[in-house]
């Protein structure tokens, strides 16, 4: 075949070559075939030719054919040729059978036959026979098949050999056909075996095995020969395999036999461990000290685990310890070095002893004495110091004492919320464990004061001590002010003083202080579904008196102690106000007794003392709300840390900059913080609970999203508030005649805004033009085109369509081309850029265009317009509407006149707007009303005697802006009154008038003072300068 394959392959390769040489690489299929028919060539079968079908033509061979002695000659050739070899035979033909002794077809052999192996000769017939199934031979020519050894067979005939049994089976007899498993209980491991033998004691086999198997555990065999294993009464089983008799069943890991019913094996209970064979009976030989816990086959008991202890009382109840020093596990009584076995959780030291940082330690004598004096005589220093820093003059407190002072009460109540997460379910791992027994002083506990080196402590003792700290504290700061007040400062407000002393002090310590009360009621869990006391771990909750007697103490420190607190600074907070009022006629007090509580934070965040009280509250009520649930605590703390990140961050109360971030910081640090005790602790989450509180979070968040969207959404179809005007004007050159205009429209009954009221915000700016105007007023003043904000709104009003009506001033002119094409320059960029409010120079230029032309309104104050009938009339042109005659009123005796330069229309608003604000108020005592000269047609025509108006006043207010003492009828209005001033002056001194005149100024500046106009008191003739904003030019 493999020679055919060869000639194959050579001859498409022939053809191939001859159809490339002859036609080229574009031959067909039919050119190729052609050229393979035409093939002649020898290959390594030989000539290969093809014939007009394509096959190939055959080559025949004879040899040692025998023929008739006459036949001398024969032809043998390939066709077309024929080589002769001799001669060529025309007919060969067979006339019959050929027949041989016997009648066989077969030629005799001339000698004996060599059999095959599995075949036996036979010589009589001269044949070989099949050896039968059992029997064989192994080597050729042999006369005879001899049988299987035993341990071995054939199960068919003509076999050369026999079969070893393999491992399991054996047979023992001569020419097996098969051999026989082995029966249960016995075994064969080798092959070839005639036998199987018997499994020993501890061991079983099955049919056919080739070895014994050990008993498994729980099961064990006596005898040999077994066939299978005897199980142990349940529940007992064995300590290992291979068990020989029923009396080394014992009770397996993790349960313990029971004394009364020794049938029974029950689970080891929670917080221990149960060895092989642990047997409740023999506790009291090991406590007894006869049977050495040591000997774990022999005395096996149930033991505590590390971290947990059993009381001799109760050797099958573990209660779970605070630290694994103090409970290193083992039999009961067992605790660590100089801790009281007799107590629960092992929680106190020894007599004599005392604990620090978890370790119990021998008390060092007459030393700790001297320590624990100094640790009281340096808290009443610290408190000392504390009630002269807080009390001392606040004007005289420079703001980065301030910040020191928030930033130092900002940690320590941070360090104290930290000191709360001990109180939570976790196993807080080093060095967080570490972190939080350095805090426990913090939260009065007194026991690193070695306490337990003067008396034996008990539980309720211990406990009232720390309640009796904050008391403590409160009468030693009363007693600090008293001394305070006989020798240091007489004059001092002993209440007022007090409130903030103390105030100071425990809003500091609040969350100890709470934490103090509640802690009767924190409790972790024991094994057995008992509780203990978090604070001290002997006090089982709810089960001893010792715990319904600390509830008593916390409940009664928390009503006289924390609950009066709390209300004080409630009641601070809803007073604020009512303070605020009384220190702006002189009675201080209020606001002095809660500076701490105010000065702190901003003016507008006074309340936030209060928020932070709740924040304190809830975070310390965690543990005692939920109790056990470790991850619902934990998500439950840190929904409050994190909500209560979000309200400082909106409110930045902290007067501080630098407070208000290291407040952010302090809170999230506190998050993460959390995080990483929960990421280490080991607990199983209730997922119900879990899965409540996400759910709520959850639903929370799509609220907020939808009423976000809902009020983003009205706030747009309806925006409010609705403006029907907005001034945009310069502040330097046209606030106060903006602010006039305001007054006049909304005594008109219109909305207007002035975008002087927030240019802190732009894009807010910007947008109230967008979305919430009817109409844009620009008193062009001479700059008002060169404010960036004032581009902005004159840009936006035109791309959206918005009204827009000019109020020329004199002197203003509108910027040419070529400041329009440089408006970088033209406008003043230096406290803004509007590019980050997506407006361009184009949109400004297209917008300053249009204002040139006859599209947008102008309003031009005609010339016989003065004083504030000019904001009238600019009103009256605005609504389209008649200017009202209000404004043309006569000077009156007793009336109070106010003068201002009437070349200045900036004076003269501002001596309107001082008008409207006072007017009110000053009618009561002054019902002549008030009159403004610039008012008067007469002022600018010379013919009113303003010194005649002036002198037959009660009270006179000149108004002093940029060049007045150049204007002829202000210094009229000035020499008139200091000269009537000194007039009656001396008058008064004979009459007691200077008394009467001295209690309607102060009548007027009390009403005035709730406008925040500021100047001296009214006179007969008294000046008052415009405060309301500008640096040059005219008040603002």
């Known amino acids: 075949d493999s020679g055919n394959t060869v000639d194959a392959v050579l001859g498409v390769l022939l053809a191939l070559n001859e159809v490339l040489v002859d036609v080229g690489p574009d031959f067909t299929n039919a050119q190729l075939l052609e050229r393979l028919r035409n093939l002649d060539f020898v290959g390594v079968t030989g000539r290969v030719l093809f014939d007009e079908n394509g096959d190939r033509l055959p080559i025949m061979t004879v040899e040692q054919i025998v023929f008739d002695p006459s036949v001398t000659e024969l032809y043998v050739g390939v066709a077309p040729e024929v080589r002769q070899?001799?001669?060529?035979?025309?007919?060969?033909?067979?006339?019959?059978?050929?027949?041989?002794y016997g009648g066989s077809p077969d030629p005799p052999p001339d000698q004996d036959l060599l059999c095959d192996p599995g075949r036996m000769y036979v010589r009589q017939n001269g044949t070989c026979r099949d050896c039968v199934a059992g029997k064989f031979t192994r080597f050729a020519g042999e006369s005879a098949c001899e049988g299987c050894f035993p341990g071995s067979y054939n199960n068919a005939e003509r076999s050369a050999g026999c079969i070893p049994c393999s491992v399991g089976f054996a047979v023992a007899t001569e020419g097996s056909t098969e051999c026989?498993?082995?029966?249960?209980?016995?075994?064969?491991?080798?092959?070839?075996?005639s036998e199987c033998r018997e499994c020993g004691p501890g061991t079983f086999s099955a049919s056919n095995a080739s070895r014994c198997e050990l008993c498994d555990r729980g099961t064990y065999a006596a005898g040999k020969g077994n066939a299978n294993c005897t199980a142990c009464r349940a529940p007992l089983t064995t300590r290992d395999k291979g068990s020989v008799s029923g009396d080394v069943c014992l009770c397996d890991k993790g349960?313990?036999?029971?004394?009364?019913?020794?049938?029974?094996?029950?689970?080891?209970?929670?917080?221990?461990?149960?060895?092989m064979g642990s047997d409740e009976a023999l506790i009291p030989s090991v406590i007894a000290g006869d049977c050495p816990i040591t000997d774990q086959e022999r005395c096996a008991i149930p033991q505590a685990q590390p971290h947990f202890m059993t009381l001799p009382s109760q050797p099958l109840r573990a209660f779970k310890c605070l630290s694994t020093s103090a409970c290193p596990g083992g039999p009961p009584g067992t605790c660590g070095q100089l801790r009281d076995s007799s107590t629960v959780a092992c929680a106190w030291c020894e007599s004599g002893s005392y604990e620090d940082?978890?370790?119990?330690?021998d008390c060092a004598g007459g030393l700790d004495v001297v320590v624990l004096v100094l640790v009281m005589v340096a808290g009443l220093v610290g408190v000392a110091v504390i009630i002269f820093s807080v009390n001392?003059?606040?004007?005289?407190?420079?703001?980065?004492?301030?910040?020191?002072?928030?930033?130092?009460?900002?940690?320590?109540?941070?360090?104290?919320?930290?000191?709360?997460?001990?109180?939570?379910?976790?196993?807080?791992?080093e060095p967080l464990r570490s972190i939080f027994k350095a805090l426990t002083l913090l939260s009065f506990n007194l026991e690193s004061l070695k306490l337990s080196c003067f008396f034996k402590p008990n539980a309720e003792t211990m406990y009232l001590f720390r309640q009796l700290a904050a008391p403590f504290v409160a009468v030693s700061i009363f007693v600090i002010i008293l001394l305070k007040k006989k020798f240091v400062k007489p004059n001092l407000t002993i209440s007022t003083e007090y409130i903030n002393s103390a105030g100071t002090i425990f809003s500091a310590l609040y969350i100890s202080m709470t934490t103090s009360c509640v802690l009767p009621l924190i409790c972790y869990s024991h094994p057995d579904g008992s509780e203990s006391m978090l604070g001290d771990a002997s006090v089982l909750c709810f089960e001893a008196p010792e715990h319904t007697v600390t509830i008593l103490i916390g409940a009664v420190s928390f009503v006289f102690c924390l609950l009066p607190f709390m209300a004080l600074i409630l009641f601070g907070t809803l007073k604020h106000g009512s303070f605020l009022a009384e220190a702006t006629v002189g009675r201080s007090q209020g606001l002095q007794a809660f500076r701490f509580l105010y000065f702190r934070f901003q003016a507008n965040a006074f309340f936030y003392g209060a928020l932070l009280m709740t924040r304190s509250l809830l975070i310390c009520l965690v543990p005692v709300i939920i109790r056990q649930d470790t991850a619902f605590q934990v998500c439950l703390m840190g929904l409050l840390l994190l909500t209560a990140n979000v309200i400082q961050l909106q409110l930045q109360p902290w007067r501080n900059?630098?407070?208000?971030?290291?407040d952010g910081l302090m809170t999230s640090g506190m998050v993460l913080f959390l995080?990483?005790?929960?990421?280490?602790?080991?607990?199983?989450?209730?997922?119900?609970?879990?899965?409540?509180?996400?759910?709520l979070v959850f639903a929370s968040f799509l609220l907020t999203i939808a009423a976000g969207l809902a009020i983003g959404i009205h706030r747009r179809l309806r925006p409010s508030p609705w403006f029907q005007w907005f001034v945009c004007h310069h502040k330097r050159d046209g606030a106060a005649q903006a602010r006039m205009m305001k007054i006049v429209l909304t005594r008109r009954g219109q909305t207007c805004f002035i975008d002087s009221d927030d240019l802190m915000d732009l894009d807010k700016l910007f947008d109230i033009v967008k979305t919430s105007l009817e109409h844009l007023v620009i008193l062009l003043t001479r700059e008002v085109l060169t404010r960036p904000w004032c581009a902005g709104e004159i840009a936006t009003s035109t791309r959206k369509g918005i009204k827009i009506t000019c109020i020329e001033v004199p002197g203003f002119v509108h910027p040419d081309e070529a400041s329009l094409q440089d408006l970088a320059n033209y406008l003043d960029l230096t406290s803004t850029t509007l590019s980050q409010y997506n407006i361009s120079f184009d949109d400004v230029a297209q917008a300053y265009r249009r204002l040139q032309t006859p599209a947008v309104p102008k309003i031009t104050i005609p010339d016989g317009v003065i004083g504030r009938a000019k904001f009238h009339y600019i009103a009256a042109q605005l609504l389209r509407k008649k200017a009202p005659d209000e404004v043309k009123q006569e000077a009156k005796p007793r009336g109070l006149v106010v003068s201002s330069d009437p070349r200045d229309d900036e004076a003269t608003a501002a001596a309107g707007i001082l008008i409207s604000k006072i007017q009110e108020a000053t009618f009561a005592f002054v019902p002549e009303g008030v009159f403004m000269l610039a008012d008067d047609p007469a002022l600018d025509s010379g013919q009113l005697d303003v010194a005649s108006a002036v002198v037959a006043a009660r009270a006179v207010i000149v108004v002093l802006s940029s060049g007045s003492l150049a204007c002829h009828s202000q210094l009229q209005a000035i020499v008139a009154g200091m000269g009537r001033v000194a007039r009656e002056g001396a008058a008064a001194a004979e009459v007691g008038l200077a008394e009467q005149r001295e209690q309607h100024s102060s009548k007027l500046m009390s009403e005035a003072s709730s406008f925040s106009i500021r100047g001296p008191a009214l006179s007969p003739s008294s000046t008052w300068r415009s405060e309301s904003g500008g640096n040059r030019g005219g008040p603002a």
């Open 85 to 100: 070899v001799g001669t060529y035979i025309t007919n060969l033909t067979i006339v019959d059978e050929w027949s041989f």
């Open 675 to 695: 995080l990483c005790g929960t990421v280490g602790a080991n607990f199983v989450a209730d997922k119900d609970s879990i899965a409540l509180l996400g759910s």
């Open 180 to 193: 026989l498993a082995c029966a249960p209980g016995t075994y064969n491991d080798s092959p070839q075996q």
């Open 392 to 429: 001392r003059d606040f004007i005289l407190q420079s703001n980065s004492m301030l910040s020191v002072t928030v930033i130092c009460g900002i940690t320590l109540t941070s360090i104290q919320t930290m000191g709360v997460f001990s109180s939570l379910a976790l196993e807080w791992f």
């Open 255 to 275: 349960t313990y036999r029971s004394a009364t019913a020794r049938g029974e094996c029950l689970p080891c209970p929670g917080g221990m461990e149960c060895a």
């Open 357 to 361: 940082g978890g370790v119990c330690y």
């Open 657 to 662: 900059k630098m407070a208000n971030c290291i």
